[in-house]
């Protein structure tokens, strides 16, 4: 009994909210075997994109759709742990997709999604089958996410707080976001979004510019207006002048 007691009076543990980096993979279709065809052309040129970490499933966007009440989670849990990912939870079903997630041993979550920065092209019709995947990341204490692995299309990269530096190409259809700076230390050929929470300041810097979009705290530029020779497929700096997007060449 003293034992007890004694272990009643001291701290052997205790219990702390965590703020975890999290991928986000947003269902377009319901159908896991054009999921899966969709994620093998998707992460074939990166494979070990993801290093086994932590994966939400996300069902909001098959609500209004005609999906199934009920998913295999157990076959789409192998298939996103196929590509390096561990799936721990679900956001976003019916009640009874939730039972049938908590039944193949996922929890239920309402996970914050990163801010949407506005306004936005719509996405191409092509792409409307292929599984978004975002992937929101807090930087660390020194204030730059690196990321050193090409961005392929659908895949969004959220540097929250801070800056982020790319080293490797963004494709078509990829995302670089960050609250702060963006640096893209080649092709930037997909979208690039700088002050995502409204700092004015930001910039976006690249090697290569090819965007098909650019945007500075809201105000951006898309590639249906002709890039200037000069900047073309240039090194060039991205910034605002009030509300309007400057391009200009790092010489």
């Known amino acids: 009994m ?18 975890l980096p ?42 209004d759709a005609q999906a199934p009440a009920e998913f295999d989670f157990a076959a789409l849990r192998a298939l996103l742990a196929r590509h390096q990912t561990q799936p721990i939870a679900v956001r976003g079903g019916s009640n009874a997709q939730n039972a049938a997630a908590r039944a193949a041993g996922l929890s239920v979550t309402a996970m914050p999604v990163p801010p949407a920065p506005s306004p936005r092209p719509p996405a191409p019709p092509a792409q409307a089958q292929q599984p978004q995947i975002v992937r929101e990341v807090p930087v660390p204490a020194a204030g730059t996410l690196v990321i050193d692995k090409p961005l392929r299309s659908g895949q969004q990269v959220y540097a929250r707080g801070g800056d982020v530096v790319v080293t490797a190409v963004v494709n078509y259809g990829a995302e670089v976001i960050a ?15 700088a002050g995502a929470r409204g700092n004015t300041e930001a910039r976006i810097f690249t090697t290569c510019m090819e965007a098909e979009l650019v945007a500075i705290a809201g105000i951006y530029r898309t590639s249906e207006v002709a890039l ?12 605002l002048d009030g509300k309007k997007i400057v391009m200009s060449a790092i010489e």
């Open 179 to 193: 609250d702060g700076n963006v640096h893209v230390y080649a092709p930037l050929r997909g979208k690039a979004i």
């Open 228 to 239: 200037p020779e000069q900047i073309a497929g240039k090194p060039a700096q991205i910034s």
């Open 2 to 19: 003293a034992d007890a007691s004694a272990a009643r009076t001291r701290a052997v543990f205790e219990f702390k909210s965590a703020t």
């Open 22 to 63: 999290l991928i986000a993979v947003i269902l377009k279709t319901a159908d896991l075997d054009v999921l899966a065809a969709a994620l093998d052309v998707q992460l074939a040129d990166s494979p070990d994109f993801f290093d086994q970490e932590p994966v939400v499933i996300d069902l909001s966007l098959l609500q």
